[in-house]
């Protein structure tokens, strides 16, 4: 049922009437006069008490109530906010002199180039400089240079530094510069008011287990900014299997941890029907090689134009979900929207050629600056 909201003017105008009708004489209520006074305290106690209750209502509903209020609402059905993702990756430390053995800390700090963004070393048993023993990465005398893991400090998108971002050292350690040659990815921000409203009518369609529905609602239970496809009675190879079905998840990067696999896969056990089968992938990379040549209108940088036409490219690739297809014609409208300095775009070739570029749901499609040329 709507309310009846009121203005300020109404509510004055409705008291004056009131007023007027149960005395036998004319009333003053001109402004400044006392009974005005009254009644314009009156609207705005009214006007006050009016906003409560609206207050009130969005509180109580998911569909208008908003942070730590639908938070509320949402754990009254056991439903929790999905938390950010910090940015990971890896950054380049290099020293001027090497005569000596030199140790990174995990735990060092770093920052972007503006001093905006903090960045930590983290540990990664699978680096060959790591020492458990020291707590650290150990150069050995001779060696000027060592790429390390590394996190944002705090979870988020502003994370998602590009190339060369990192160039500051905040701790005090024996190296001299440092640097990422690669962009930091997979930065997630905390789950939207929106999404988390979405994904709670997800939940609810999924509550009768065992249906595509019910298994979607699981995977995207295990972290934000998850894409999947879900393929039925049939191996990635595409055999036919009756009961078995296979999901393929991609948290942005291309390459999902083999832990995020896991806890997809967990998710999903408390969904499945008994007597079916299903296993959890990886999607396949597959790398889009673009080369396009660009004429630059006059009164403009060619350089600037192509770089932007190249970053418009990749962005749009990257862009495609998980076992969606490139349109070869994509393309060139990326390029032309790129730049008003883009004045022809010719000699496309996607994979050496002029057709789609086809994705299966168990593949995603990515491209880099280097698979990407502008001429």
């Not at 008291?15 to 314009?40: F, K, N, P």
């Amino acid at each position: 049922m709507a309310l009846n909201l009121l203005s300020f003017n109404t509510m004055v105008t409705n008291g004056a009437a009131a007023m007027q009708s149960a005395c036998s004489q004319l009333l003053d209520l001109t402004v400044g006069s006392v009974l005005r006074a009254i009644l314009e305290a009156s609207a705005s106690v009214g006007l006050w008490m009016q906003w409560l209750i609206l207050k009130v209502l969005a509180m109580t509903r998911a569909a208008t109530s908003t942070g730590e209020d639908l938070d509320s609402w949402m754990a009254d059905f056991g439903l929790a906010r999905l938390a950010g993702i910090a940015a990971t990756g890896s950054v380049t430390f290099s020293r001027y002199t090497a005569t000596a053995s030199a140790l990174i800390p995990a735990g060092t700090n770093l920052k972007t180039a503006d001093g905006t963004v903090t960045f930590v070393v983290v540990e990664d048993d699978a680096n060959a400089l790591w020492s458990a023993s020291q707590g650290g990465y150990l150069l050995p005398a001779g060696t000027s240079s060592a790429t390390v893991a590394v996190q944002c400090s705090v979870t988020g998108t502003q994370g998602n530094v590009t190339a060369g971002a990192i160039s500051l050292i905040a701790s005090a350690i024996s190296m001299d510069a440092v640097t990422n040659g690669a962009a930091l990815t997979n930065g997630e921000a905390a789950e939207t008011d929106a999404a988390f409203r979405a994904r709670f009518q997800s939940w609810i369609s999924g509550l009768s287990r065992s249906t595509t529905a019910a298994i979607g609602s699981a995977i995207a239970d295990v972290q934000s900014g998850l894409a999947y496809t879900i393929t039925e009675n049939q191996d990635p190879d595409g055999t036919a299997d009756d009961g078995f079905f296979f999901v393929v998840v991609d948290d942005g990067s291309g390459d999902p941890p083999a832990s995020l696999l896991a806890s997809v896969g967990n998710a999903i056990e408390t969904y499945r029907a008994v007597g079916t089968r299903f296993a959890v992938y990886g999607p396949t990379l597959v790398t889009a090689a673009i080369t396009l040549n660009v004429t630059v209108a006059g009164g403009y940088a060619a350089g600037t134009v192509r770089a932007a036409v190249q970053t418009a490219v990749v962005n749009m690739v990257n862009g495609l979900g998980l076992g969606v297809s490139l349109p070869y014609y994509r393309i060139a409208a990326a390029a032309f929207g790129a730049s008003a300095g883009v004045q022809n775009v010719s000699a496309v070739l996607l994979n050496g050629s002029t057709a789609d570029l086809a994705a299966t749901s168990l593949e995603v499609i990515r491209a880099t600056t280097s698979s990407v040329t502008v001429s």
